[in-house]
């Protein structure tokens, strides 16, 4: 099994800044690929961006230039930096890991999942 925990939400203002991290533990060996997603209230879970372990990255439109996915392999710990952000961009954040090497964004595809960090963003 694996264990994700996610960390580094909170609340903060337009246009500003926030760095989510996601830690992989447990059996790590078995996943490669991990994402990040999104769910807002009454709204079903959107991809945002995914990174396989030897780096490639694919990202959603609504978050391009303004997200970077990366990882820390050594750390078993992928991040998401996220920059001007906007008051729709509030939503509990996920990650998630899968065992395959290709760039993974149908969330069915993944395997495991974090429990989610808030990200509340004001106007």
């Known amino acids: 099994q694996v264990q994700l925990v996610e960390s580094g939400g909170g609340l903060v203002q337009a246009g500003g800044s926030l760095r989510l991290s996601c830690a992989a533990s447990g059996s790590i060996f078995s996943i490669d690929t991990m994402g990040w997603y999104r769910q807002a209230p009454g709204k079903q879970r959107e991809f945002l961006a995914t990174i396989t372990s030897g780096g490639s990255t694919n990202y959603t439109d609504s978050v391009k230039g303004r997200f970077t996915i990366s990882r820390d392999n050594a750390k078993n710990t992928v991040y998401l930096q996220m920059n001007s952000l906007k008051p729709e961009d509030t939503a509990v954040y996920y990650c998630?890991?899968?065992?395959?090497?290709?760039?993974?964004?149908?969330?069915?595809?993944?395997?495991?999942w974090g429990q989610g960090t808030q990200v509340t963003v004001s106007s």
């Open positions: 998630a890991a899968n065992g395959v090497t290709t760039i993974t964004v149908k969330k069915n595809k993944y395997d495991y």
